[in-house]
Antibody, heavy 122, light 107 residues
Framework: QVQLQQWGAGLLKPSETLSLTCAVY????????WSWVRQPPGKGLEWIGEINHSGSTNYNPSLKSRVTISVDTSKNQFSLKLNSVTAADTAVYYC????????????????WGQGTLVTVSS | DIQMTQSPSSLSASVGDRVTITCRAS??????LNWYQQKPGKAPKLLIYAASSLQGGVPSKFSGSGSGTDFTLTISSLQPEDFATYYCQQSYSTSWTFGQGTKVEIK
């Protein structure tokens, strides 16, 4: 049973860099797309980006200029950095495993981490 | 980006009701559509992938249908544990996008 456990700073000031890490337990790290999704308070879900075990990344175009996702395969961990944060970046941030089936091209997120509330306030 | 629009944004229903939620894509996405359930303070949980395939361990009262641009999630008999927010998500093209959510509340 794969489990994702995430951690990182929960309170930031404007212009600082958000940094979160997600560890993967109980399953293979290769063959998946490791993703970050965020949810502003009371709002819907926004995909931030993803990385595979080889380090290949895809980012949401709306955040691409500020986002870096990296991977540490020796620890089965992946990380998110979002720079120059503002109040608009206040959200619960989730890590999730992206499952991609090569033949069918099907893709879905399962499972998800527990979420980390990141608040940006001066 | 492909825009996903759910309707209604919220609904009130009683235990035992049959509930249907609709999701529309801004362009055709074949059957590349997933549904998630999110309870307050919890992470989303995958219910259905590929428009109609039930994720393992998900009760059969949940079903999905549709292809192209129009999709539905149906809960055949609403139970107390089903009161939650439901999201659709397109997996046709990166960047992946979600609907705005449908909150199912107790009447």
């Amino acid at each position: 049973q794969v489990q994702l456990q995430q951690w990182g700073a929960g309170l930031l000031k404007p212009s600082e860099t958000l940094s979160l890490t997600c560890a993967v337990y109980g399953g293979s790290f290769s063959g998946y797309y490791w993703s970050w999704v965020r949810q502003p308070p009371g709002k819907g879900l926004e995909w931030i980006g993803e990385i595979n075990h080889s380090g290949s990344t895809n980012y949401n175009p709306s955040l691409k200029s500020r986002v870096t996702i990296s991977v540490d395969t020796s620890k089965n961990q992946f990380s998110l950095k979002l720079n120059s944060v503002t109040a608009a970046d206040t959200a619960v941030y989730y890590c999730a495993r992206g499952v991609f089936q090569l033949v069918s091209r099907l893709f879905w997120f399962d499972p998800w981490g527990q979420g980390t509330l990141v608040t940006v306030s001066s | 980006d492909i825009q996903m629009t759910q309707s209604p944004s919220s609904l009130s229903a009683s235990v035992g009701d049959r509930v249907t939620i609709t999701c529309r894509a801004s362009q055709t996405i074949s059957s590349y559509l997933n549904w998630y359930q999110q309870k307050p303070g919890k992470a989303p949980k995958l219910l259905i992938y590929a428009a109609s395939s039930l994720q393992g361990g998900v009760p059969s009262k949940f079903s999905g249908s549709g292809s192209g641009t129009d999709f539905t999630l149906t809960i055949s008999s609403l139970q107390p544990e089903d009161f939650a927010t439901y999201y659709c998500q397109q997996s046709y093209s990166t960047s992946w996008t979600f609907g705005q959510g449908t909150k199912v509340e107790i009447k």
